[in-house]
């Protein structure tokens, strides 16, 4: 980690971000009136931005270097072909 | 030429150690490995007709799962909070703070066991009034399964964490970490960092998602 990720790290705003998110997620399923599509795209939308957060943040990836990227999103990638592979599995009539 | 290579800068080509590197590498692969899984729930759930609502089922009240997903980010700031301790030479600080660390794993184990032993409780009765109805054996539906694969396989890795942090807490108590010298206490937070972001997946797909996926 550099130095200059030592000397600035927003951990409790990081923190205070995600219980927001988290309390958020709940109040979506069960507060916000709204069709099943926008329920799983906002869940979706939600939980794909805490995963950024903990991986840029408290993983320190938005301070490391471009080699440490690519080992990081490589199995990201891999995900993206397995869920294309899957996706006629999923949407065959049953 | 030994002279020339006395005289120059120790080179340094990447700017994170190897065992930072073996850890990204490791978590890449059991990133996959929970793909599998979590892409086998995907694709039983939307194909089967009906799948059961944990939400419905008291002991999983979502107010359980919801403060266990808040303990583990807790237990996220905790353990950055006791890298940037010993970052500064506080080597107290980082005691005090991966203890914290280890006691929200392991009060997250707590409560999972709790859900299990409810889950199991409750899905016993439900096959055994199954049976009696119709004298055949209750079948093991994907639903459980697929629960018990995921939520198990995150729970594993949970307790790894803890006797990876526990392990970590020894040598510190020890004194084996400085402000100059502390990757292992870097390499344990990426793990634990790791296991916070897994159950922050599956905290929405298996608790929040909606009942039938395949009605979207």
């Known amino acids: 980690m550099s130095e200059h990720a030592q000397a600035s790290h927003p951990y409790y705003r990081i923190f205070g971000i995600l219980t927001v998110l988290t309390i958020a997620e709940i109040l979506w399923v069960y507060v916000v009136p709204h069709s099943r599509a926008m329920l799983a795209g906002g869940l979706g939308l939600m939980a794909a931005a805490k995963v950024a957060l903990v991986g840029l943040y408290y993983m320190h990836l938005k301070y490391e270097g471009k080699l440490l990227w690519v080992v990081a999103l490589f199995p990201l990638t891999l995900v993206v072909v397995m869920i294309a592979g899957l996706l006629p599995d999923a949407l065959a009539p049953y | ?216």
């Not at chain 2, 991966?98 to 707590?110: E, H, P």
């Not at chain 2, 399964?145 to 396989?153: E, P, Q």
Request: proline share 4%; glycine share 6%.
């Open chain 2, 1 to 216: 030429m030994e002279t020339m290579a006395a005289t120059l800068p120790a080179r340094k080509p990447y700017s994170f150690t190897n065992g930072k590197l073996a850890m990204w590498l490791f978590l890449g692969s059991d990133a996959m490995g929970f793909m599998g899984l979590i892409g086998a729930y995907i694709v039983l759930r939307i194909t089967s007709p009906n799948w059961e609502n944990p939400k419905l089922d008291p002991p999983f009240g979502i107010n359980l799962t919801a403060f266990m997903t808040f303990l583990l980010i807790v237990s996220s700031v905790t353990m950055v909070t006791a890298l940037s301790r010993i970052e500064k030479g506080d080597r107290k600080g980082l005691l005090f703070w991966l203890a914290m660390t280890i006691c929200g794993g392991l009060t997250f184990l707590c409560l999972q066991a709790y859900e299990w032993t409810h889950f199991i409780h409750a899905k016993h009765e439900l096959a055994v009034e199954y049976t009696k109805a119709t004298t055949l054996a209750a079948p093991f539906t994907n639903y459980q399964a697929t629960f018990f694969s995921l939520t198990g396989f995150h729970g594993l890795h949970v307790t790894i964490g803890v006797i990876y942090l526990s392990t970590i807490w020894i040598r510190s108590w020890q004194g084996a970490y400085t402000a100059e010298k502390h990757s292992p206490v870097e390499l344990v937070g990426l793990y634990w960092h790791f296991v916070d972001l897994v159950w922050i997946v599956l905290f929405t797909i298996i608790y929040l998602l909606p009942d039938s996926v395949r009605d979207l």
